[in-house]
């Protein structure tokens, strides 16, 4: 089988799939029930299990926010200690605008390699809040990530700027922001996305873009259906993240981004959002 792709973000070397964490920290998107599931189920053990899983296939890279027990951080503990590895850890700021200082710092200090300003804090400080609402408020306060990004910089970290709004990432690139990646939503479900303009905006910036909710959270469609969908809208240079709850969806996941990668690396690149039949993948 070919090997998983990899890309440049900053100072590291990332597979373009980077196993996303919601199942990890309950945030199913299906039910209170199985977020309740999740959360009892994913230990740190649970969870470096999966993640050893995602090293032997080459998925080198996790990506997931911080919270309060640590639970990422000590789930890469036991994965180093099991493995002798050090699997690469793209967190996510957590708390809102008054708090991300303080989490920042509390990243750094766990080995995180890189760390993004979570998407809803970034929409809130430019009038919207996580669904896209608008918050009432005169101007926008998007330079307060400035400081912010200076500070991830600061502490060693490859600097991110999230978003679920594509005209929110185009005006952060047109600021000039010093920033490493963007994290934004790509599906075609209009799930905190609308893809066209996501693909658009991520087209136009020469960062590096993860993408993120391309199963529209909780596998709302096939991961071959949801990874055409994103690979065809991403750049070469850009990845996507995928929640994985299981040693199987992690072999399956990585096969089917490596047979993407290569089919859109022949030459078949749609300009206009893909089906699953048109790919006609071998």
């Known amino acids: 089988m070919s090997e998983l792709p990899q890309v440049r973000l900053g100072s590291l070397s990332v597979s373009r799939l980077?196993?996303?964490?919601?199942p990890f920290m309950g945030y199913s998107y299906r039910s209170p029930a199985h977020d309740q599931w999740q959360r009892r189920t994913f230990t740190p053990q649970?969870?470096?299990?999966?993640l050893e899983k995602c090293l032997e296939v080459g998925v080198n890279t996790v990506a997931c926010n911080y919270d309060e027990g640590r639970t990422m951080a000590q789930a890469l503990?036991?994965?180093?200690?099991?493995?002798g590895i050090r699997m690469q850890w793209i967190a996510y700021t957590h708390g809102g605008p008054t708090f991300q200082r303080e989490s920042i710092d509390m990243i750094a200090d766990d080995g995180a390699n890189a760390c993004y300003i979570q998407g809803g804090?970034?929409?809130s400080c430019f009038q919207y809040n996580y669904v896209g609402g608008i918050v009432p408020q005169e101007g926008d306060r998007l330079d307060d990530v400035v400081e912010w990004l200076a500070l991830i910089h600061e502490r060693g970290m490859v600097a991110g700027l999230g978003t679920?709004?594509?005209f929110i990432l185009r005006e952060a690139d047109r600021r000039g922001y010093d920033v490493d990646f963007y994290t934004t939503t790509l599906n075609?479900?209009?799930?905190?996305c609308d893809y066209h303009a996501a693909v658009m905006a991520i087209n136009e910036t020469?960062?590096?873009v993860l993408a993120i909710k391309t199963l529209g959270g909780g596998a709302k469609v096939t991961p071959l259906e949801g990874f055409t969908c994103a690979l065809t809208g991403?750049?070469?240079t850009d990845m996507l993240a995928v929640g994985m709850e299981h040693e199987e969806a992690v072999e399956e996941n990585a096969a089917l981004v490596t047979r993407i990668c290569a089919t859109l690396a022949r030459g078949r690149c749609p300009d206009r959002e893909p089906s699953v039949e048109a790919m006609r993948l071998s």
């Open 206 to 208: 020469a960062k590096p």
């Open 164 to 166: 679920h709004q594509a």
């Open 46 to 50: 649970r969870i470096s299990e999966v």
């Open 234 to 236: 991403l750049k070469p």
């Open 77 to 83: 503990q036991v994965l180093e200690r099991r493995c």
């Open 18 to 22: 980077v196993c996303g964490s919601n």
């Open 188 to 192: 075609s479900l209009r799930i905190y």
């Open 121 to 123: 804090v970034v929409d």
